[in-house]
Every structure is written in structure tokens, then in C-alpha cells.
């Protein structure tokens, strides 16, 4: 006799093979916050098999080969899987809601889930991802690599509208993709860097994918970059499509109510709002840079970043400016 709930297993698992996800939505958390993942069911028929209810299941997507079973549900009978035990629930606002809530999120809670709810012949598949809030991006100064002791990098990040990331958040943003070959200071004291990429002149290729780390090293001499994190803005950066130097771009942004935008709202802009734009522009610190969202010949082939150009000659008249203006 096969159980009511190994036939529910069953159908959502035709319907997974049978169906693509109709969308993807994004929300942001931090680690132990909590997080609701949406989810309802559109009624388009209004049929149903009698007695069946509602069959709801959710999934985490580890990769392109493994999903982990988070729920499963329909009607009273209720199975939770594995480490979701404790910190996982149903909404149930009605009968069409299967929106997922997530309780003093882990790291390893951060990622992409999947949907299912079948109602009789009505049903809808739905992916939410759920990333960190904010980003973390590397910075160096004007002086080049390597010059900053811990308590600069503090005050460099400060500066650029950020603070110095912790282990957490460089985690996350390694398991988000980030790639990069200097080393820099963390919260903890600490200095690492994060490879996804294996190669010769980033620690040789022996060396697997992950952190890299130096450990303690001293922070009044020791000198390093820095890895700053920036939860994001309340505002607008906008450019100003002219060829300016740094003081004409300072006051471009002035007399449009704004200010040259800092390092931290620049990642911001692209990487939580997807800000995108093939123009090199004079930011706060004396640099330029420009956000490629949309990975394209000319403006960055081959990834989606925030392109560094350097750190020009301030009396150039060759960029535009990338302005902040908080909203009042």
C-alpha cells in the first residue's frame, strides 16, 4: 500500500521534471535574522481532486545535480527535513499560500529555493534566492597595495561609506563568486583573500577553491588591503555624462543636489540594484570606475563587476562623475 504522503512525494517530484520555474525572486537577510520566501498559487482552473488539498513542497538548490528537501505539505500531514526542523515554517495565510519563513538564518541557509504547490490542476513553481545584505568589495588606496595597518583600513572604509567586512560576509561573497588575489584585512584581525578560481600566482593550484587566510597578523604594522562591506543606501547614484576633472566633477554633483558618490554606494548601485553603465567616472576617493551588470564586449567581456580604471591624474578632463544624492 503506498502512504497518502510517499504519493505526494511522488506527483511533486513528475512536476518538478515536468515543469521549469515560472519565476526567480531575490530577498536580502543577514545571517541570524529571519527571512520569508514568497510563494502563493494563482487558482486558473478551479478544479481540484477530491480530498487531495493542497501539496506544497520545498527544496533547496545546492547545485545543478542536488537538491535538499526542506518541507513537504498537504492539508494536517507536515514533514520537515534535516537541520529545517528547528527554524522552518509555513505561513498559511489561506489555502493558496506556501510562502516559507526561515528563522535566525545560518550561513548555509543562504542560497536558492524552489516551490512547488499543486492544487488540483492548478499549480505554480516559484525559485527565491536568498542572498546576504549589503556587499563586500576590496579596496586599496591612491598609495597602491598594500599600505594599509588595521586601523587605517577601519577608517578607509569609513570613508567609502562601509566598515571592515567580517569572516561571515567574505564567506558569503566568496560563495557568491568573488575572486580576488590580494590580500586584506578583516573585522577579526585577520588577513585573507577569496579564490574561486585556482591559479599559480593566487597561492598555486594544489590549493583548492576557498579562503586563503595569513591569520593574526599585527595591526599597527602590518600592512595589507582591506575588505570593507556596505549594507547598501537610502538614495539615488546617478551620472553626470560630461568630460570633467575631480574638482569639476565635485561640483557637477553639488549643483545637482548631490555628492560624488563614495566607493561603497558605487558596489552598492551594482551589485543589489544592478546599476549598469559603460562610462568611467571620478568617485570620491580620486578613482574611477564604472558598474557592468550586463557582461558585454568593450565594457567587461567576460564578468559582471565594477570595473577599476585607477587612480588618474586629478586635473584630467577625461571622465564623467558618478554622483549620491540621499533621499530627504
Not at 518538478?16 to 535574522?33: D, Q
Request: glycine share 10%.
Amino acid at each position: 500500500m503506498i502512504s497518502l504522503l510517499s504519493f505526494v512525494l511522488f506527483c511533486l517530484t513528475f512536476a518538478n521534471n515536468a515543469y521549469r520555474a515560472e519565476s526567480l525572486h531575490k530577498v536580502f537577510a543577514n545571517p541570524g535574522g529571519n527571512v520569508t520566501l514568497p510563494c502563493q498559487l494563482t487558482r486558473n482552473t478551479g478544479l481540484s481532486f477530491g480530498g487531495m488539498g493542497t501539496r506544497i513542497k520545498w527544496t533547496k538548490i545546492e547545485d545543478a545535480f542536488t537538491e535538499v528537501d526542506v518541507l513537504v505539505s498537504m492539508g494536517f500531514h507536515k514533514v520537515k527535513y534535516g537541520r529545517f526542523q528547528n527554524h522552518a515554517h509555513l505561513r498559511e495565510a489561506d489555502e493558496n499560500d506556501a510562502t516559507l519563513i526561515i528563522n535566525n538564518l545560518q550561513l548555509e541557509d543562504f542560497g536558492t529555493y524552489r516551490c512547488e504547490i499543486i492544487r488540483g490542476m492548478d499549480e505554480n513553481i516559484v525559485e527565491v534566492e536568498i542572498r546576504i545584505q549589503g556587499v563586500v568589495f576590496p579596496y586599496s588606496p591612491r598609495l597602491g597595495r598594500y599600505n594599509l595597518n588595521f586601523h587605517d583600513a577601519e577608517a578607509a572604509c569609513l570613508e567609502q561609506n562601509a566598515v571592515v567586512a567580517s569572516f561571515n560576509q567574505l564567506y558569503q561573497a566568496w560563495k557568491g563568486g568573488l575572486d580576488w588575489c590580494n590580500a586584506g584585512w578583516l573585522s577579526d584581525g585577520t588577513v585573507q583573500y577569496p579564490i574561486t578560481k585556482p591559479r599559480e600566482p593566487c597561492g598555486g593550484t594544489r590549493a583548492g577553491a576557498g579562503l586563503r587566510s595569513y591569520g593574526q597578523r599585527d595591526k599597527a604594522n602590518g600592512r595589507f588591503d582591506v575588505f570593507c562591506f556596505t549594507g547598501g543606501y537610502d538614495g539615488q547614484v546617478f551620472f553626470v555624462d560630461q568630460k570633467l576633472t575631480y574638482t569639476e566633477a565635485v561640483q557637477a554633483c553639488q549643483d545637482d543636489g548631490a555628492e560624488l558618490a563614495k566607493v561603497g554606494h558605487m558596489f552598492a548601485a551594482w551589485k543589489l540594484h544592478g546599476y549598469d553603465r559603460c562610462d568611467a567616472g571620478w568617485l570620491s576617493d580620486g578613482s574611477v570606475r564604472y558598474p557592468i551588470s550586463r557582461p558585454r564586449m568593450k565594457c567587461s567581456p567576460t564578468e559582471a563587476a565594477v570595473r577599476f580604471i585607477g587612480f588618474p591624474d586629478k586635473k584630467h578632463r577625461l571622465y564623467g562623475a558618478y554622483c549620491y544624492r540621499a533621499h530627504q
